[in-house]
């Protein structure tokens, strides 16, 4: 979803798949963060303001598309199922909640690459402070105020995939997360083509 101009109008109209009780509550406290406004990262990919809303739409329009593909029968794709469309909006739009309230600016010093010139730029500095983890913690704040199915919940949990700091050690669970349903391979790799696609060279 390159080129969108109003990323949080296109939010809040994908977010209205979500129907579940709470999902109007959750709603209310994500504009109560800096979550419309936050960066997706500290460097790479969405280092800019509203990077964040713009990398969860991009993972939502990655995901549905991946759902689909995973959804055709012989020659003829069939229709997201309203259920599937409310976990895809789940799945992607919040996914990663844990980054609001996370990224700080700050005022940081580089030296101009064409003009040699030190100069002030607005930069981020990664500072959590509620570190439980990146898909743990979008997991626990998403269920404070709504409910998740359990292959949603794995989908959330799991969807840094190999790079999740809990598989350097030990794949076991990550690959028992993976069999036990499709939605944790897809939303890692919509995240995956999300950032490394389309959000390819949006930092600032
Ligand atoms: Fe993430
Ligand atoms: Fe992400």
């Known amino acids: 979803m390159n080129g969108t101009r109003d990323p949080k109008a296109d939010f809040l109209t994908i ?4 129907r579940r009780p709470g999902a109007d509550k959750l709603l209310a406290w994500l504009a109560s963060t800096d979550f419309f406004t936050a960066p997706a990262g500290a460097k790479h990919h969405g280092a800019h303001a509203g990077g964040l809303v713009v990398h969860s739409l991009n993972v939502w329009s990655r995901l549905r ?3 689909l593909r995973d959804t055709i029968d012989g020659k003829a794709i069939l229709d997201l199922t309203p259920e599937t469309n409310e976990t895809v909006a789940i799945l992607g739009l919040l996914h990663d909640v844990c980054k609001a309230g996370v990224y700080h600016a700050e005022t940081k010093r580089r030296r101009n690459p064409e003009t040699g010139v030190w100069e002030d730029y607005l930069g981020y500095m990664f500072r959590d ?7 743990e913690k979008s997991l626990y704040q998403i ?3 709504m409910r998740l199915e359990d292959h949603e919940a ?3 949990r ?3 995939g ?5 598989a350097h050690t030990d794949l076991r669970d990550l690959s ?3 069999d036990a349903t499709p939605w944790v391979w897809r939303l890692h790799e919509a995240d995956m083509c999300a950032a490394h696609i389309d959000e390819r060279g949006t930092d600032e």
């Open 158 to 160: 799991w969807h840094m």
């Open 143 to 145: 269920t404070r105020f």
């Open 154 to 156: 794995l989908a959330i």
């Open 15 to 18: 977010y209205k798949d979500i």
């Open 65 to 67: 598309e991946i759902t």
């Open 129 to 135: 402070p509620l570190p439980l983890g990146h898909g």
């Open 162 to 166: 190999a790079y999740d700091a809990a």
């Open 176 to 178: 028992a997360a993976m």
